[in-house]
């Protein structure tokens, strides 16, 4: 190629590229011409700076004598936040470096915040943060890192009622109990502020463009009280402790209107440090976990067969001096050394003979033990305001075992399994003069004034007794429990008390475990006119140190009563009745065969 044809080549691949630089300009034009709108909406969100302003959670309250008090609050706790879009790569791990250094934590896990989200505009590196901490991230200046606002949780009053608050998480949302369930009125509604931002695209909060407010959560006031809710806790800790028990559940209610004045299950945990809990001490069991209920299940029945005209309290049953073989219904035992021989439908019930009630199932069938155990809310949520409850459960007659159930419903073996929340809601139905009420844990709603919102108001279910029936279940039967039978343990000096006490097997998949029992009492006072009512069961006692209803809770619920009913002035009513002669058993009521 001689240098003329070399030159017009050079000349014309010259042009050539000129001419592709001019079509590359008119076509960024024509696209600036055509998209002009979304340019520069484009170049709006560059100059400007969305802030996300969280609004602040509502409280829950508990109650005392004294008025309200805090049980879950919030405060306004610093927070450390990057644009990552603003870093380089080979600035990341120096930037991570330099905030976990001011903070004095390990830069791993912001290290990582940033590279997960590096093709965003926002990435949470610390929450919770200290003043101090906060003003030494501020002073490092960093271009992409800012120090921002949101609301922190707090439980003031440590592991009280932990498991019916439950707790929210680190991004504000509500877990597990009242936290959970009520999270659309408790969680707040986040409002913006619209920056104008400087050449790093940090806002100038001086050049605000537009500000949304956020919105407050609503206030939940509970019907618990916390000293009450104190005085069972403590229970609770006292006897699992004592022996040796793998959990133990307890309820304290109001029998008049199904207001839950306390409730717990140990062991428990300190929602201001959820991450550190396990599942188990999360776990509200007293609505949860369903068991066997054993002889606690009794007083149903019995009562159940008297508001059916089935039977009355003096009407006579054969228990066969402790052995009773069963046609078609196996072997039934009474507790060992007790050989009753005629017993009183009231004295069964008292002396908690299972083979008396056994002979009561005979003569009331399957279809109306089953009507009996419904009519009380067995086999279905009680409604409660608070997420997780077990309906327990009542199998209908036709999947019973024919001539095994019939005769061990009726001391609440086979068929049948129920909570501690149910137990004590159905003995209300029982002390209240015959209504089953909803039971309730909140009172009401508030808004952020303090006004009231929505009333929780008193729920009855349906009549499940004639007043005359219940008033002779508790005066004539359950009184005399705790008067001569089963629960002298949970005798007062000051107050009258009646209840039931219950001691089941637990099972496994090969049938009952060897030794495992929950031992149940349930019981209220004062027995002329009910004011609360305590049940308490211990799940898996240690069998060497004690098992028995009458001995592992029955104590502990007479000491629930005797604060409670201290506390709310209830007057003294011993002399209302005096023990009756009779004859004494000692926890005379294990269900088992």
Request: aromatic residues 8%.
């Amino acid at each position: 190629m001689n240098d003329s044809k070399a030159g017009r080549w050079r000349l014309n691949v010259l042009c050539g590229l000129l001419a592709a630089g001019l079509l590359a300009i008119a076509g960024r034009v024509l696209y600036i011409q055509t998209h002009a709108a979304e340019l520069a909406l484009w170049a709006e969100h560059q100059r400007l700076s969305v802030v996300t302003v969280p609004g602040r959670p509502g409280d829950i309250f508990g109650k005392s004598t004294g008025g309200y008090v805090v049980m879950a609050g919030s405060k306004q706790a610093p927070c450390c936040y990057a644009d990552p879009g603003l870093l380089a790569d080979d600035e990341i791990p120096e930037v991570a470096q330099k905030v976990a250094q001011a903070a004095g934590t390990d830069s791993q896990a912001i290290l990582k915040e940033l590279n997960d989200r590096r093709d965003r505009r926002y990435a949470v590196l610390l929450r919770d943060l200290t003043d101090e901490q906060a003003q030494a991230i501020r002073k490092l200046d960093l271009k992409a890192v800012q120090i921002s606002y949101e609301w922190k949780r707090q439980y003031p009053l440590g592991s009280l009622g932990s498991q019916v608050l439950g707790y929210r998480q680190i991004d504000g949302v509500g877990a597990e109990g009242l936290e959970a369930k009520g999270d659309r009125l408790i969680a707040g509604k986040p409002g913006k502020k619209i920056l104008q931002t400087d050449a790093a695209r940090r806002g100038i909060y001086a050049q605000l463009q537009e500000f949304d407010p956020p919105t407050d959560g609503k206030h939940l006031v509970l019907t618990l009280d916390v000293n009450i809710q104190g005085f069972l806790e403590q229970s609770l800790a006292e006897a699992g402790e004592k022996w040796g028990a793998q959990a133990v559940m307890g309820v304290v209610m109001d029998p008049n209107n199904g207001s839950i004045l306390g409730m717990a299950s140990w062991p428990t945990y300190d929602p201001n440090n959820y991450s550190l809990a396990r599942p188990e001490e999360r776990k509200n069991r007293c609505l949860t976990d369903p068991f066997e209920p054993g002889s606690v299940f009794k007083s149903f029945i019995a009562t159940g067969a008297v508001q059916m005209h089935k039977a009355t309290w003096k009407s006579q049953f054969f228990c066969h001096y402790g052995c009773y073989d069963a046609p078609g219904g196996g072997t039934i035992r009474d507790f060992p050394g007790e050989h009753f021989g005629v017993l009183p439908l009231l004295d069964i019930v008292v002396h908690s003979s299972n083979i008396g009630m056994a002979k009561l199932g005979e003569t009331l069938g399957e279809r109306n033990l089953y009507e009996i155990a419904k009519a009380f809310g067995f086999g279905k949520e009680t409604g409660i305001e608070l997420p997780g409850e077990s309906g327990g459960t009542l199998l209908p007659p036709s999947r019973w075992d024919r001539g095994y159930s019939l005769r061990r419903v009726p001391f609440g073996q086979g068929p049948i399994s129920v909570t501690t929340l149910q137990l004590v809601t159905a003995y209300s139905a029982i002390a209240n003069g015959g209504v089953l009420y909803r039971p309730r844990v909140v009172d009401c709603v508030l808004d952020t004034d303090g006004k009231v919102l929505w009333e929780n108001r008193p729920h009855p279910v349906r009549r499940v007794l004639d007043a005359a029936v219940s008033r002779s279940a508790v005066e004539d039967v359950l009184a005399q429990v705790v008067e001569r039978g089963t629960a002298k343990r949970c005798r007062l000096d000051k107050w009258t008390i009646f209840g039931k006490t219950g001691t089941a097997q637990i099972g496994g998949p090969g049938g009952y475990k060897d030794r495992a029992y929950t031992g149940t009492f349930v019981g209220g006072g004062p027995v002329g006119s009910p004011a609360v009512m305590c049940g308490i069961s211990v799940y898996h006692p240690d069998y060497a140190k004690g098992h028995a209803g009458g001995v592992v809770a029955a104590p502990f619920v007479r000491d629930v009563l005797a604060r409670t009913l201290t506390y709310l002035d209830v007057p003294p009513d011993r002399d209302y009745q005096t023990p009756q002669s009779g004859v004494a058993t000692a926890g005379g009521e294990v269900d088992a065969e």
